[in-house]
């Protein structure tokens, strides 16, 4: 069963997961040495690099009929997360968001886990109706009201970035499960005429739009960061400066080792260094959409909108980072997927490793159903 499972996927995770110990190694070192731990970011990121290892492996062995049976109280989880982070004395207030609800000595960043817990109950969902979804429009906007309800509560955090993913993440689903392309097209337009509306209502976004059209304009203010970036992508030029040499990480470009670490590679690797990660996220991302057709040509609609779903969120959240990076989108708050330092991230994009894989095993095996 394992020799005929996805090991191309696994490969390509692996490679990753090394990656980006590597990457943010070499991106937190000056701001960890002046905590006077060099290593302290770095030993985090590895302990969440075997936190997700571990997800991986509890989601690659678990039998998805599980998941099928969960799907549901999913989206009432998905719900519950977003409301509690939003209760004083239960969410953390960081960086004036309140995103993380804290235990203990952790902290769960609920959107994270809120766009893997509606991923599933979206699955579950088009697998059971997928035949009346192009007929009924009932069909098709009940559960668009439900995720909006999850939308709307993340950006009460606020989180825009998850809510732009999770939008995009559904809305790509429905296509691929057979929508009518002029609901489809309803469903995009509005989506994007309430982001838009959205992103104008509030005094720093229409900053962060500013800063996007015309960085150097305000290359100390709201700017700062994307003129930054952009700094490390011209020092990189072809090949870089070498691994660990970069300059902008040396407390000009913030969230080195998170947000902005495709800055980073950038600079250190240079172009070709670059195009080679992004290439590498293209091609885990391929890999899951490829289990997700086999899945629809074997008549396994759970299975598939899963496998394609964990592709679509993971492919939107690399687009959306590098985008960030290079100036082709306005500042969002979100890592790339298995290099950031980060272990909420972390762990959600290895569970959907994980879970694709899954997919490709119970494909060849044909264990339930």
Known sequence: MIRSADLTLVMLWVIALVVGVVMVASASYPMA?????????????????????????????????????????????????????????????????RRWIGLGGISIQASEFAKFLVLVYLAGYLGRNRDQLAEDWVVLFRPLAVVSAVCILLLLEPDF??????????????????????????????TAAMLALISVLQPYRIERLVAFLDPWSVAFGSGYQLT???????????????????????????????????????EELGLVGAVAVFGLLIAIVLRMFRIGRLALERNRAFEAYLAYGAGLLIGLQSLINVGVSTGALPTKGLTLPFISYGGNSLLVCCALAGLSYRVSVELNAETWR
């Not at 809510?163 to 337009?189: D, E, K, N, S």
């Not at 930054?228 to 970069?246: H, N, P, T």
């Open 33 to 97: 040495s002046s905590y006077g731990a060099p290593s302290y970011f770095v030993v985090r990121h590895g302990v969440y690099t075997l936190a997700g290892i571990a997800a991986f492996g509890f989601f690659a062995v678990l039998p998805l009929k599980l998941w099928w049976h969960a799907h549901r109280p999913f989206l009432i989880l998905a719900l519950l997360l977003c409301v509690l982070v939003l209760i004083p004395g239960i969410g953390q207030v960081i960086n004036g968001s």
């Open 161 to 190: 970035g998850s809510v732009v993913v999770l939008a995009g993440v559904t809305g790509g689903m429905f296509f691929i499960a057979g929508a009518r392309l002029r609901h489809f097209l309803l469903i995009v337009i509005v």
């Open 228 to 266: 930054q970036s952009l700094i490390a992508f011209g020092r990189g030029e072809l090949f870089g400066l070498g691994l660990g040499e970069g300059i902008q990480k040396l407390f000009y470009l913030p969230e080195a080792h998170n947000d902005f670490i495709f800055a980073v590679i950038a």
